[in-house]
C-alpha cells in the first residue's frame, strides 16, 4: 500500500542558510507526490526572501506560515500548519535536516492508518556543516563511495544508514529513541489526537508527547531502516524548561493521554 501524496512539514528558525540546503534536497527527491509546509517560528523577513525567490522555479508547492516571534513556539506554529494541509499523509521533520533522494518515495510506499514511521539521522560535524552552508545547495545523488569518503574525513558520524535499503522494523509500542526531525503519519491521526500540545513551552519533549499520545490511539511505530536524514551540525538549544516539560510528559503516559490538552481545537476556539 501506498499513501496518494504527502505534506511535509519542515519546522525553521532564523537559520535560512540551513533552509536552503534542505529545500536543495527536497527538489532532489525521486518521488514528487508532495507539497512542502514550512513551519516559520517567528523568522526575520530573511527567510521570507529565500522561500520566496526560490518558489519561483520550485518542482512542487511550497506553502510558508509563519508566526510572530515569542519564544520557542514549535507546538503552536506546527497546529497552525496543520490545520491548511490538504494531503492524507504527513512527515514531520526539521530545518536542519537534509533528506536523501528517496525519503519521500519510501515514506509515500511504507505508509499506512495502522501505523506511524519514526526516522534515523546522520549527524554532521561542525566544520562540513559550515563548509556546506557558503554554498546554496548540495549535490545529495552519491555513490556509496563518496558517502564512505566523508565517514573516513569524519564529516559523518555513521556509514551505515546510508548502505541499508528502505525497509520497515515490525511493528512496536516503544517511545524510546523517537526523534522529530523525521516521522510520519496520518493527517487523520494528528486530527485525533489534537495535534501539538501547546502546553510544552521551550525545547523539549513536544515530539515524544505527540508520538505518546499516537502510540495511545493503538498505532503501531514501525522504524524506516535506511533512507536517514543528514542533520546539520548547530549548537545546542536552550533547556531551562526541559525538567518542566519532562513532568508533563510523564503525565501524558500515566493517563494514557490521547488529546493535547492545548492543540488544534483550542486553537480553532
Not at 15 to 26: Q, T
Not at 145 to 173: D, E, H, M, T, V
Request: glycine content about 6%; overall charge positive; hydrophobic content about 35%.
Amino acid at each position: 500500500m501506498s499513501v496518494a501524496s504527502l505534506a511535509v512539514v519542515i519546522s525553521t528558525y532564523n537559520a535560512p542558510h540551513f533552509l536552503s540546503l534542505v529545500l536543495d534536497g527536497y527538489r532532489q527527491q525521486t518521488d514528487n507526490h508532495f507539497s512542502i509546509y514550512i513551519a516559520d517560528d517567528g523568522s526575520s523577513p530573511e527567510t521570507k526572501t529565500l522561500i520566496d525567490k526560490l518558489s519561483q522555479h520550485y518542482p512542487i508547492p511550497i506553502h510558508h506560515i509563519w508566526q510572530a516571534d515569542d519564544g520557542f513556539r514549535k507546538a503552536r506554529i506546527h497546529n497552525k500548519v496543520i490545520q491548511k494541509i490538504s494531503e492524507p499523509y504527513v512527515l514531520l521533520t526539521d530545518g536542519d535536516c537534509i533528506p536523501l533522494p528517496g525519503l519521500v518515495e519510501a515514506h509515500r510506499r511504507f505508509g499506512t492508518n495502522r501505523h506511524f514511521i519514526s526516522g534515523s539521522r546522520v549527524l554532521l560535524s561542525q566544520s562540513w556543516t559550515k563548509e556546506l552552508c557558503k554554498r546554496p545547495t548540495m549535490h545529495t545523488r552519491r555513490a556509496l563511495k563518496w558517502w564512505l569518503n566523508q565517514r573516513l574525513k569524519r564529516n559523518i558520524n555513521r556509514f551505515l544508514p546510508l548502505l541499508l535499503p528502505s525497509r520497515l522494523s515490525a511493528p512496536n509500542n516503544q517511545l524510546e529513541g523517537i526523534r522529530g526531525c523525521h516521522l510520519s503519519c496520518p493527517t487523520e491521526a494528528l486530527i485525533r489526537i489534537n495535534g501539538f500540545d501547546e502546553s510544552f513551552e521551550g525545547w523539549g519533549r513536544e515530539d515524544s508527547d505527540l508520538t505518546a499520545r499516537l502510540l495511545h490511539t493503538d498505532l503501531k511505530r514501525r522504524n524506516l531502516r535506511g533512507q536517514p536524514v543528514l542533520h546539520l551540525w548547530h549548537e545546542e538549544c536552550s533547556r531551562d524548561q526541559l525538567n518542566d516539560n519532562d513532568v508533563m510528559l510523564k503525565a501524558c503516559l500515566d493517563e494514557h493521554r490521547v488529546e493535547a490538552i492545548h492543540g488544534l481545537k483550542q486553537l480553532a476556539e
